[in-house]
């Protein structure tokens, strides 16, 4: 276990490990976060070393609440970590905002991963600007080291200027292992502090605030030099440069390598940037009083060279979201071939040109291999069962989707997804479209999704009454960020027992009156239920709540693995076949396939979940005897 | 002239145990005493989707993605994915290949893995080298296709393009490998490395 390997020690750690050992070096009590890619091992990892130290690892029901559970810490003189993915301090950024006034009395740091490129988010939205419009200083690691080392430095930070710190990564950083050397760490934590009662600092009421927020300019003021010193800023400077180029995060290390590559490193004066907001203005006035032209690397938006403009002397010319993209995530031959434009550079010489050409061609020939829903996923059978359910009315149905592995609904064949943009928002449009419509809506939504910020809309479809179906698709288990328990489970992340929270009856406390659970591994009936909810909601015209439950596939493999019972395999005789190819076509399990017009099961993907023997349509497919048909258990 | 920094593209499908490879190379050039950058990259899917890794290694690592052309050696765990990526090879690079090919569920259009391997060859002017190995047939063979990646690190070890000794592969993959687990590993690193040593060169 290396999160707990002692001081002097190199190590291989995930980006995303390294801010977890930099958490415990700076003796933190307590983590909280919701999971979210690219954050989710930050917190993962201290879970999963947090009953051997006594440390206080939850995974809350979503970012509002990681962040005020971390803050509660914080009030209570216990250092504190919460992490989240961008888009999850949008939900966070009410407690926010209101902690930039406040400030903290021990240290407290957010991780905000943000993911250029979209890699699995709805948007690329770079959090340094929450920075700035909260007050909350920013930082900007470029290391595996340097995220362990700054983690544990802001801690510091923290209590010294009694603020939060947010310390801004990319999915790259995160997601990047590397050679960290550890630091000491004790072995044991401190798990109960005390809260002074000071309402004058802690009761947001207008007059506190218009004090807070003075006192938080003065803060800024103070922090803005402090950044000047901040050790994880470096000039690289001659004095005789003409060009220079800041750069901060992973944009750092392209820049470097473009420099290295392109020949030019001796030509340009570099200033790598950590302490991003406030902008450290004495350090970058030395910079931009020395250099006539300066590029700006960053990841995202030009969050530093509009603040660089904004102090740069009107001789300098500064570069940045011109030469390079504010789409996407940037790479080395992205910033290689920005940087060498300007410099009049040809960056890929004429024979790479054409081999590039010629395999673009042979790439653009092979198949396509967008994401699929794993072999024996839950959520295929419920798709499939409400098409079913529906018939030709499929078309007229509106689908509002939600964020999780089911949003790969969106696919042939499934195309059950017509709306998808953030958390728990499948419940509240389709409560709005209920309303101004007159199609069939139905709601898909997580379990995970549901507790998250699903219940308030929910609530809103009962109260505003909106005729639509809810449908949760319930895997029992936090599955597309690597199985993690949430209130429905049954454990927390220090695995002690707590209640399971049904959904069915969340809802019935709501005055849902239509409510009725199933398992889609079992077809038929669940298709009846389904059509028996659509019926409610069309003849009464009130909302209905069903819950498709079935443990996510690879988390039941684990379970059944871990209890050495193996699981049933499918095949198909080919005598019985037909080749109607519904189970390729309709139901699509990537385990089915055809050959040499043959329907074959691929008996190393197939899970034995059972649901393509149930739809065959002339019981072509059997199982070979080999275990357990899940569909005929129950959970492990 | 010896290069600053090696590069190593690993690719396949998710569930060949692609991280893991990757893990098991970094620890393997952190063991040499070399700086080590490993990068994943992968979308939403934890079965089925593409999967790239970059191992980098040597003196200082800067970027931890490698540029285009510039990878030493491409190894892949499936063969359509392999054919996607080997735009990273530089040219003289080596593409170390499993003979496997998992297609996609969503498409019904078929590959033949001779052919896009000449496309290859001919896109790089012959300057390439290509091995295949039987990777997952032989871990097949050994009663678990998980190990296929162990195999594959064998040839790999074999081919003697990287300056790690065969002793840090080993050590790393004791590292990574959970022990109940390692035995099966080692036996398909053996296999792996004595698969090249006959010649499976195309």
């Not at chain 1, 509660?72 to 989240?84: P, V």
């Not at chain 1, 199933?518 to 009464?540: M, Q, S």
């Not at chain 1, 139901?587 to 043959?598: G, L, M, R, V, Y």
């Not at chain 1, 739809?615 to 005929?632: N, Q």
Request: charged share 20%; hydrophobic share 40%; glycine share 8%.
């Amino acid at each position: 276990m290396s999160l707990l390997e002692e001081g002097g020690k190199a190590v291989l750690l995930l980006g995303n490990e390294a801010v977890a050992r930099g958490a415990l070096e700076a003796d933190i009590s307590v983590a909280s976060a919701y999971p979210g890619t690219p954050s989710t091992e930050i917190v993962e990892s201290l879970a999963s070393i947090a009953n051997r130290i006594g440390l206080y690892v939850e995974w809350s029901t979503n970012e509002k609440v990681a962040l005020e559970v971390a803050f509660a810490a914080s009030l209570s003189g216990l250092r504190a970590l919460t992490a989240m993915k961008h888009v999850g301090l949008n939900v966070a950024a009410d407690p926010f905002f209101s902690i930039g006034y406040a400030g903290v009395k021990a240290g407290l740091v957010i991780v905000s991963a943000d993911d250029p490129q979209c890699h699995s988010s709805q948007n690329e939205q770079d959090n340094r600007f929450y920075g700035l419009a909260s007050g909350i200083p920013v930082y900007e690691p470029s290391t595996p080291q340097e995220m362990k080392d700054m983690t544990a430095l802001l801690f510091n930070v923290s209590e010294k200027f009694e603020t939060a710190t947010l310390l801004r990564l990319t999915t790259r950083l995160c997601h990047t292992r590397g050679k960290v050397v550890l630091g000491d760490l004790r072995l044991e934590r401190r798990l109960k502090g005390s809260f002074n009662r000071d309402p004058e600092r802690w009761v947001l009421l207008p007059m506190n605030a218009r004090r807070l927020k003075e006192k938080l300019l003065q803060k800024l003021a103070e922090l803005k030099e402090f950044h000047t010193k901040f050790p994880f800023n470096r000039v690289k400077m001659d004095g005789d440069e003409d060009w220079g180029v800041i750069a901060s995060g992973n944009a750092y290390r392209y820049a470097v390598e473009a420099l290295q590559n392109l020949g030019i490193m001796d030509r340009v004066a570099l200033l790598k940037l950590a302490s991003v907001y406030p902008l450290p203005s004495t350090l970058l006035s030395r910079f931009l009083s020395s250099v006539s032209k300066v590029i700006v690397v960053e990841e995202v938006d030009p969050f530093i060279e509009l603040n660089v403009k904004a102090i740069a002397p009107p001789d300098v010319e500064i570069l940045g979201k011109d030469i390079l993209p504010r789409k996407g995530e940037l790479n080395p031959d992205i910033v290689s071939e920005g940087i060498a434009k300007i410099f009049g550079i040809k960056y890929r010489r004429e024979v790479l040109v054409t081999i590039e050409k010629g395999i673009k061609e042979i790439e653009n020939s092979l198949p396509k291999r967008p994401p699929v829903l794993c072999p024996g996923c839950p959520h295929r059978a419920t798709f499939y069962e409400i098409k079913m359910a529906l018939g030709p009315k499929t078309k007229k149905t509106i689908f509002c989707g939600d964020i999780g592995c089911y949003t790969l609904g969106y696919y042939p064949p499934y195309q059950v997804m017509d709306t998808t943009i953030c958390m728990g928002a499948s419940i509240g449009l389709a409560c709005g479209l209920g309303r101004f419509t007159d199609d069939v809506i139905i709601a898909l939504i997580g379990d995970s999704t549901f507790f998250h910020t699903g219940i308030p809309p929910l609530i809103n479809i009962v109260y505003n009454n909106s005729p639509v179906l809810v449908i949760v698709l319930d895997n029992t288990v936090t599955a597309m960020t690597g199985h993690q328990p949430h209130p429905g489970t049954g454990f927390t992340a220090l695995l002690q027992p707590s209640p399971k929270i049904l959904i069915e009856k969340v809802a019935e406390s709501l005055g849902i009156e239509h409510i009725d659970t199933f398992d889609p591994y079992r077809f038929r009936e669940a298709v009846v239920r389904i059509r028996k909810a659509l019926n409610y909601v069309r003849e009464k015209r009130r909302p209905a709540l069903l819950v498709a439950r079935r443990d996510c596939t690879l988390y039941l493999l684990r379970k059944m693995r871990k209890q050495n019972i193996s699981h049933e395999v499918f095949q198909v005789d080919g005598e019985k076949c037909i080749r109607c190819m519904l189970c390729v076509e309709k139901f699509a399990c990537p385990a089915i396939s055809t050959k040499d017009n043959n329907i074959v099961i691929d008996a190393g993907l197939c899970t034995g979940c059972g649901v393509c023997a149930q739809i065959c349509p002339v019981e072509a497919i059997k199982p070979m005897g080999r275990g357990v048909r899940l569909d005929e258990a129950e959970s492990f | 002239m010896k290069p600053r920094v090696f590069n190593v593209v690993l690719t396949g499908v998710g569930g060949q145990g692609i991280i893991t490879l990757g893990k098991v190379l970094g620890e393997a050039a952190l063991i040499e005493g070399f700086d080590v950058g490993v990068s994943e990259i992968h979308g939403m899917a934890q079965r089925g989707g593409s999967l790239m890794v970059h191992v980098r290694f040597g003196e200082t690592v800067y970027s931890p993605l490698i540029p285009k052309f510039k990878a030493h050696v491409l190894l892949g765990l499936e063969g359509i994915e392999a054919v996607r990526h080997c735009g990273y090879l530089m040219p003289g690079g080596c593409l170390i290949l499993n003979n496997y090919i998992i297609y996609p569920s969503t498409s019904h259009l078929k590959v033949d893995l001779n052919d896009l391997l000449d496309k290859i060859t001919s896109a790089f002017k012959g300057n390439i080298k290509i091995y295949r190995v039987n990777a997952s047939e032989i871990a097949l063979k050994l009663g678990n296709v998980n190990v296929a990646n162990s195999v594959m690190l064998g040839s790999l070890s074999a081919l003697n393009l990287l300056p790690l000794k065969e002793k840090s592969y080993l050590k790393a993959l004791e590292k990574v490998i959970p022990k109940k687990f390692l035995g099966v590993n080692f036996e398909a690193f053996k296999l792996g490395k004595e698969a090249v040593e006959r010649g499976y060169k195309v």
